[in-house]
Every structure is written in structure tokens, then in C-alpha cells.
């Protein structure tokens, strides 16, 4: 049963940063591609980051700059560095794996991903 579960979430102000983490179970971790969304409150699910299993990413241009994903394959576990948080970030926060392929091609959509987190929240208030 593949399974993930972030971790990380909170109430920060303005210029902060947090760090999210997700653990996948139930599945090899080091061969699929995973991603991070964000959903805030009467939006769409937008697309954050990405990273394939040979560490390439991408980055939404809102985020640019300010946030980093990166992976650890021994521990399973993908992580989302958040910095010079501002209000516009808050939102739920979910990550997502693609088991279907193990391409290394950066999926941006979240139709391509196969399964999500629960999610976790980040408000960015003062």
C-alpha cells in the first residue's frame, strides 16, 4: 500500500521559513519522480516543484528563488524548503508521487501523479 505522509506545516510570519517533509511507503522511493502542490482556500491545486529520481526539478515561477525541493532516497523522503515566506504562501501543501514511470521527465500537472499526501498547512501571517 503506497502511502505518504508530510510533515512540516505551521503558522509563520512574513520572511520566515519552514521546511516540509513527505515519507513514501510502499513503494522504492529512489525511482519515481515526486512533487509538490498547494491548494489555498477557494483556489485551484497549483503546481510548486518537482524532482526526478536523477535530481533534476523545476520550480513555479511564484517560488522561484525562495523555495527548494530536494530528495533523500535513503531515508524515502522528499523535502520542501521554504524561504522569504510571504502571506500569498499560505495554503495546504500536498506532495505527490508518480509510480506509473520512472521517466526522468519533470511532471508539472497533477493529473500525472498517482498519489498524495494528506496534506499540511502553512500560514504565513503576522
Known amino acids: 500500500q503506497v502511502q505518504l505522509v508530510e510533515s512540516g506545516g505551521g503558522l509563520v510570519q512574513p520572511g520566515d521559513s519552514l521546511r516540509l517533509s513527505c515519507a513514501l511507503s510502499?513503494?522504492?522511493?529512489?525511482?519515481?519522480?515526486m512533487g509538490w502542490f498547494r491548494q489555498a482556500p477557494g483556489k485551484e491545486r497549483e503546481f510548486i516543484a518537482t524532482?526526478?529520481?536523477?535530481?533534476?526539478?523545476r520550480y513555479a515561477d511564484s517560488v522561484k528563488g525562495r523555495f527548494t525541493i530536494s530528495r533523500d532516497n535513503a531515508k524515502s523522503t522528499v523535502y520542501l524548503q521554504m524561504n522569504s515566506l510571504k502571506p500569498e504562501d499560505t495554503a495546504v501543501y500536498y506532495c505527490?508521487?508518480?509510480?506509473?514511470?520512472?521517466?526522468?521527465?519533470?511532471?508539472?500537472?497533477?493529473?500525472?501523479?498517482?498519489?498524495w499526501g494528506q496534506g499540511t498547512q502553512v500560514t504565513v501571517s503576522s
Open positions: 505527490a508521487v508518480r509510480t506509473t514511470s520512472s521517466s526522468s521527465r519533470l511532471y508539472l500537472n497533477a493529473t500525472e501523479y498517482d498519489y
Open positions: 524532482i526526478t529520481w536523477s535530481d533534476s526539478s
Open positions: 510502499g513503494r522504492p522511493f529512489s525511482l519515481y519522480p
